[in-house]
């Protein structure tokens, strides 16, 4: 593919990002809790570890794609839950629908997406995974399962990691709240990033697809009540997979195996809920020791290149999943931008199993860390 769009690493299409969405809507995305050193200790934790190169080995032919909870992913990646993707530009939560669709991989569908959980099901034929966020009212959220059930979704991921929502001051600053409340200082913010207001407003503010009414979902509601005793309830309820999301402790994962789940997903959020948060990669390795070879392990926060990912594979993901970086390449260039950051990412892979010596992504083990 040409690459037109000037994407040619996940931090070109931040920078693009940068300069065309309102600073708030780019603060709602990059943000991270407190100062953001969490995130930003975890992305040079990531940077800082090495990879071993073999030489002389017949690596022309290369597989990335990888399985995953009985998919058979045509590149090694998926896409993280985010609630109001939209804001990065009209129709994302249907871009990358698509792309699932199209490349086998799943799709987290947010409680707090911009578009309900019944089109992302549709558009993403199949690959949608729904997340679910305790929002205080046993009533929403069985009603939330009963739609995913209906809508033929067969994998739930639940999120543990927000019993009180991360402060995020960059977020704060700007007043960020859903639904928007425009005042002057958003005013101008708008004024100033004319392509993204005008095509925002053509297409109508983004709002809380899943819910008629944008209050009946407070996103920043509490969920502190949220116990072991819930999660059976959740497992008793939901007959399809279960993935539980923004796991750090070894313990927390054992437990969770005893109560039934399919899959953990290791995650800090990306950095967006405890400043002070261990390096999940570290987390990622010390969980797999603790659980063994076999138990379905899917990691999340920080990834941004295609070593990053192949490093991910190391430490013991048997999937990971993006965030940010696939909504600035939305933001950046739009259904294309999110095409040509996916094939870098892609080459990227390719490009360091070449250079391991290796001729399948599944060979990624520890074995290549230095
Ligand atoms: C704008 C934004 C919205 C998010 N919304 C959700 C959400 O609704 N549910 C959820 O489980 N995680 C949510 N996350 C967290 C992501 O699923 C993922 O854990 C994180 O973005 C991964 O880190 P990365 O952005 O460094 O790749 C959100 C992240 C961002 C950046």
Excluded at 106 to 114: D, F, V
Excluded at 242 to 257: F, I, M, N, P, R
Aim: aromatic share 8%; glycine share 10%; with cysteine.
């Amino acid at each position: 593919m040409r690459n037109w769009s000037g994407i040619h690493t996940s931090e070109d299409a931040r920078n693009i990002a940068k300069r065309r969405l309102p600073w708030m809507v780019f603060d709602y995305f990059d943000g991270a809790a407190g100062a953001g050193h969490g995130d930003l200790l975890n992305q040079q934790a990531i940077r800082d570890m090495r990879l071993q190169t073999r030489v002389l080995v017949d690596v022309e032919k290369r597989n990335i794609g990888k399985s995953i909870l009985g998919i058979d992913a045509k590149v090694p990646f998926g896409i993280s839950p985010m609630g109001m993707c939209n804001l990065a530009c009209p129709g994302a939560d249907l871009m990358l629908a698509r792309y699932a669709a199209k490349y086998n991989i799943p799709h987290g569908a947010s409680t707090a997406a911009s578009t309900s959980l019944e089109r992302i099901g549709k558009e993403a034929n199949g690959h949608a995974w729904f997340q679910l966020y305790f929002g205080g009212n046993q009533e929403v959220s069985d009603s939330l399962l009963d739609r995913a059930e209906a809508a033929g979704y067969e994998t739930l991921i639940f999120t543990v990691d927000v019993p009180e929502v991360g402060r995020r001051p960059r977020e704060l600053r700007h007043g960020f709240k859903m639904p928007f409340k425009i005042g002057p200082r958003q005013f101008i913010d708008f004024a100033l990033h004319p392509h993204w207001s005008i095509s925002s407003l053509i297409a109508g503010a983004p709002t809380l697809a899943n819910f008629d009414n944008n209050g009946a979902f407070d996103r920043t509601a509490s969920r502190a009540g949220v116990n072991w005793d819930f999660l059976d309830r959740i497992r008793q309820r939901w007959k399809g997979k279960l993935v539980v999301k923004g796991v750090l402790h070894e313990g927390d994962a054992k437990q969770l195996v005893a109560h039934g789940v399919d899959a953990i997903q290791v995650s800090s959020h990306g950095g967006r809920q405890l400043e002070s948060v261990a390096e999940p990669i570290h987390a990622l390795a010390r969980i797999r020791t603790a659980l063994g070879d076999d138990f379905p392990l899917i990691y999340d926060s920080g990834l941004r290149t295609g070593e990053d990912i192949c490093k991910a594979y190391a430490m013991g993901a048997d999937f990971v999943m993006l965030g940010r970086p696939l909504l600035f390449a939305m933001a950046a260039g739009g259904e294309k931008g999110l095409h040509q950051l996916c094939d870098v990412l892609s080459q990227e892979v390719s490009i360091a199993l070449a250079q391991m010596g290796l001729n399948d992504i599944s060979q990624v083990d520890s074995s290549v860390l230095l």
